[in-house]
């Protein structure tokens, strides 16, 4: 997913489909007294849009009628890092703490910033800040536990998807990638059992995606059941939404129907993944 895309999906412009989102805070009465306020709001919409150019001349506006808008400073920050320049959106987000410490979606997006530019010890810090401020936003802790599973820690990790599911599970919001996000390190650690009740209501909550058949398939090969595999493995081709490609469905195909000694049917996958080469 492309940073634009990264940004629309995750931290909450209109656009937002079907990701974990974090939605910006409304703003309070004193946002909406600021004289910056009617322009933060044009610009908010314009981000939507993806008209970014214009979104930033509109935050340029609020910003100068009031330089401690956190609203306008945040969306500068989102802005910034859907061009890829993490500098701006770092020292947006400091005049944004600076302007407001209890803002826990200041922090959540200052941990962000981090994780994306793959420094993890600074972006744990502020994600255990956004959910002290925060308890209920599952997105920090589902932040969270990427961000301690890509320095190894799992057992933390695994913590955090889970405490990140059960917060969405109450706000009455589960989101797909969450589920997903969970069973995938399931897989490496071996719990299959948990793994497989997860897919199943990944499944059951997005039934036109690929993606947890897909997760299926693989759980299927590694627990030794290639035909198992195989099946959700053809349920995951013939649909056309989520983020797993054709091509990686028809490799495990290759591989689910070797393991079960049907080779005609690996030979027409095999066939069908070098007609996808350029």
Not at 78 to 95: F, N, P, Q
Not at 175 to 184: Q, W
């Amino acid at each position: 997913m492309t940073a634009v895309l990264l940004l629309v999906a995750f931290l909450g412009c209109a656009a937002a489909q079907g990701q974990p989102t974090v939605q910006t805070p409304p703003p309070g009465a004193a946002d909406r007294k600021s004289p910056g306020q009617a322009s933060y709001e044009r610009a908010n919409t314009l981000f939507g849009a993806r008209k970014f150019q214009e979104c930033m001349d509109s935050l340029d506006e609020a910003l100068r009628l009031d330089p401690k808008l956190v609203p306008a400073l945040t969306l500068r920050a989102k802005l910034a890092m859907a061009i890829d320049r993490y500098d701006v959106a770092k020292a947006s987000l400091e005049r944004a703490i600076e302007a407001d410490p209890s803002s826990w979606y200041t922090r959540f997006l200052y941990g962000f910033q981090f994780y994306q530019r793959n420094e993890m010890p600074a972006a744990i810090a502020a994600l255990k800040e956004a959910r002290r401020l925060s308890p209920r936003d599952a997105p920090s802790a589902l932040y969270l536990g990427l961000a301690e599973e890509s320095l190894g820690r799992t057992a933390e990790a695994l913590t955090h998807y889970r405490e990140a599911i059960g917060l969405e599970e109450a706000a009455g919001q589960l989101h797909l990638d969450s589920l997903l996000t969970c069973a995938r390190l399931l897989l490496l650690l071996g719990e299959f059992a948990e793994e497989e009740r997860l897919l199943a209501r990944a499944a059951k909550l997005d039934p036109k995606s690929r993606d947890p058949h897909f997760e299926a398939a693989r759980l299927h090969l590694k627990r030794g059941d290639p035909a198992r595999a195989a099946s959700e493995g053809e349920t995951a081709l013939a649909l056309r939404t989520g983020d797993v490609t054709e091509r990686q469905v028809r490799y495990l195909l290759v591989q689910a129907y070797q393991s079960s000694g049907r080779e005609a049917d690996a030979a027409r996958h095999a066939a069908a993944l070098r007609a996808l080469d350029p």
